[in-house]
């Protein structure tokens, strides 16, 4: 499990991040499964194995966790974009060129539909039109 997360915060109601907590089972309560702060709201929430929620104030070692803000400039993020406008462009090519170097061990260990959803990704049509059927053996 990655050590955060995005998404809506129950307290202050933000699209936010969170930076999951570390969870020592000496810390944890009965029940809970995980806590985690909020980086809006810097409210630590705790989260139930039974699907419920909890809150606390967080302490100043908790605030802590809470990496800084990444402040891109201009530049920066016009090249982080174009980066990602290639790397969408050479899967593209990847996938058009029948995926070298995919082999069938790679493949059955991959989720059902992972490669149709690569393929919508990068603008491929679902039908597979314009795809091969297969991908090329390794070298």
């Known amino acids: 499990m990655v050590p955060f997360g995005s998404g809506h915060?129950?307290?202050?109601?933000?699209?936010t991040m969170r930076q999951d907590l570390p969870d020592d089972p000496a810390l944890l309560g009965?029940?809970?499964?995980?806590?985690?702060?909020?980086?809006?709201?810097?409210?630590?929430l705790i989260y139930r194995h039974d699907g419920t929620f909890g809150h606390r104030a967080a302490t100043d070692e908790e605030r802590a966790a809470i990496p800084p803000?990444?402040?891109?400039?201009?530049?920066?993020?016009?090249?982080?974009q174009e980066s990602l406008r290639q790397?969408?462009?050479?899967?593209?090519?990847?996938?058009?060129?029948?995926?070298p170097g995919l082999t069938p061990e790679i493949e059955?260990?991959?989720?059902?539909?992972?490669?149709?959803?690569?393929?919508?990704?990068?603008?491929?049509?679902?039908d597979d039109e314009g795809?091969?059927?297969?991908h090329t053996e390794p070298l």
């Open 87 to 99: 790397s969408k462009t050479d899967l593209r090519a990847w996938i058009l060129a029948g995926c």
């Open 9 to 15: 915060c129950p307290v202050c109601l933000a699209d």
């Open 30 to 44: 009965e029940g809970e499964d995980l806590w985690a702060i909020c980086e809006s709201c810097q409210t630590v």
């Open 131 to 134: 795809a091969p059927e297969t």
């Open 108 to 126: 059955r260990d991959m989720l059902p539909g992972f490669l149709d959803r690569i393929k919508r990704f990068v603008g491929l049509p679902d």
């Open 69 to 80: 803000k990444v402040v891109w400039s201009d530049e920066q993020r016009a090249e982080w």
